[in-house]
């Protein structure tokens, strides 16, 4: 058969729209779409078989309409079941939210809200209100700020407060997080000077002083910078808060504290190392305190700024900040969260805090439910220790124990590929021959989608899973 006879085979555009399939894929994107996603695969079989191929079958071309349809107008933004132990996972989106944060965010996205007006005065109010009462009230600040994240609380603190002054900071906390995000960049950004003091790996009191005393010097700030995701282990020195502190007074010059990760709780009390705290920033007398507000705070993304007031208000004013100010959805998650460390149940209804601290004995319970699960679907599985990781640049090198459901398959690269294609995509880890899963960072509500999933992702690809 000729090409010219094969492309007279093709059915019209009328004709596969009428296919019920396709009318349903109709109701569903609507019209417009329908016919456009018609119209592409039918122009790319006419180049198939102009190349040589032979006319799909009236059902093949109403699948790959269908298909057309999927890959182009699903969302590229889905909920993921996070299965490996990374309880603060950046690429996953950082820390899940409490049931009264998503409560929050609903209610105030479902109509109206004070976002900016005063119901006691009946007139224009300001947004940062709604936090700036509980952050203080948790943290001991005298004022407060909210932004979008953490780097534009960084910049908007640099630019305001020292815009073509010098920033004092330690070689050693030139630090670099995820995504390429750098100090010594947003610092150029900001406007601010980088006085870089000591070594690498050792800067001393005197670092600071040298430079303060230097004749023409004009630094503004003194700049602590949290190391985040490293440590620097061996041969070391760093100047505490309260030394910065006290020499920055002597000198009339004010320290900002970068901290990033946002601990309101001691992460001691949970057998991790201790995690710089806010409260403990600004009871040493940091002038100002930057902090992520979906780190181990446990909330959505936020950049947070508290201090003194002569330091935080001026930035309530800058320009900048409404650049970088946060949203009404955002205020309402962090609010609602702010709500939980105020009543002293963080532990408990924070997700990020409630994997944390998860029992061990709970951890394996969950385990073991799940191998009975696959083993009665005839699954080889099995139960083994390991370990979790806080992640999202908090506490480097620092891990809890665990237990972790291990699948020995023969291609286990082939299997988290697989997982991560369902529905809903499954995110695990390989260690050694085995993929495994933490119960630690799977949400309760999740558990049974990731085991449906999974057994049915197992029995699918390959009976080599089998026992």
């Not at 294609?421 to 309760?444: K, N, Q, S």
Request: net charge negative; hydrophobic share 45%; with cysteine.
């Amino acid at each position: 058969m000729t090409n010219a006879e094969q492309l007279r085979l093709l059915p019209s555009v009328d004709r596969l729209l009428g296919d019920p399939a396709l009318e349903d894929s109709t109701a569903r994107y609507g019209h417009h779409l329908t016919v456009t996603a018609t119209r592409e695969v039918l122009e790319q079989v006419r180049e198939e078989i102009k190349g040589g191929q032979p006319t799909p079958s009236h059902t093949a071309l109403v699948t790959r309409v269908e298909a057309y349809l999927r890959q182009h107008l699903a969302p590229t933004l889905r909920p993921v079941v996070n299965a490996t132990g990374v309880v603060i996972h950046t690429n996953l989106g950082r820390a899940p939210l409490s049931a009264a944060a998503r409560a929050a965010m609903e209610a105030a996205a479902r109509g109206y809200s004070n976002l900016e007006y005063d119901l006691d005065a009946g007139q224009r109010g300001q947004r940062t209100l709604h936090t700036e009462r509980l952050l203080c009230k948790l943290t001991g600040a005298e004022s407060a700020l909210v932004v979008n994240n953490n780097a534009g609380a960084v910049m908007l603190a640099l630019n305001g407060l020292a815009a073509g002054r010098g920033v004092l900071i330690s070689r050693g906390q030139l630090v670099e997080i995820g995504g390429g995000f750098r100090v010594p960049d947003v610092m150029a950004q900001s406007g601010a000077r980088l006085i870089e003091v000591g070594t690498t790996n050792r800067t001393h009191r005197q670092d600071y002083a040298r430079e303060l005393a230097r004749e023409g010097s004009d630094v503004a700030l003194i700049l602590r910078a949290h190391h985040s995701n490293f440590r620097i282990v061996g041969f070391t020195t760093e100047v505490e808060m309260d030394e910065l502190v006290a020499l920055g007074q002597a000198h009339g010059v004010p320290v900002m504290d970068d901290i990033g990760s946002g601990a309101l709780l001691d992460t001691g009390a949970f057998g991790l190392t201790h995690e710089p705290m806010v409260q403990e920033s600004l009871k040493a007398g940091a002038a100002l305190v930057c902090f992520s507000g979906d780190k181990l705070l446990g909330g959505p993304q936020a950049g947070i700024i508290v201090g003194q007031a002569a330091f935080v208000d001026p930035l309530k004013r800058h320009p900048l900040a409404r650049a970088l100010r946060a949203d009404k959805l955002c205020l309402a998650a962090l609010q609602a969260t702010l709500m939980h460390y105020l009543k002293g149940e963080a532990a408990t209804q924070v997700p990020v805090w409630r994997m944390v601290s998860m029992a061990l004995d709970e951890i394996d319970r969950r385990a073991r439910r799940w191998r009975d699960r696959l083993r009665r679907a005839g699954i080889a599985a099995q139960v083994i220790d390991g370990r979790s990781t806080v992640g999202g640049g908090s506490l480097p090198g620092e891990t809890l124990p665990t237990r972790l459901l291990a699948l020995p398959v023969p291609a286990p690269d082939a299997l988290v590929a697989a997982l991560r294609l369902g529905d809903p995509p499954i995110v695990a880890r390989i260690e050694g021959d085995c993929v495994v899963f933490d119960p630690r960072t799977v949400l309760p509500e999740d558990e049974a989608a990731l085991l449906d999933t999974l057994v049915d992702t197992l029995l699918r690809i390959d009976t080599n899973f089998h026992e």
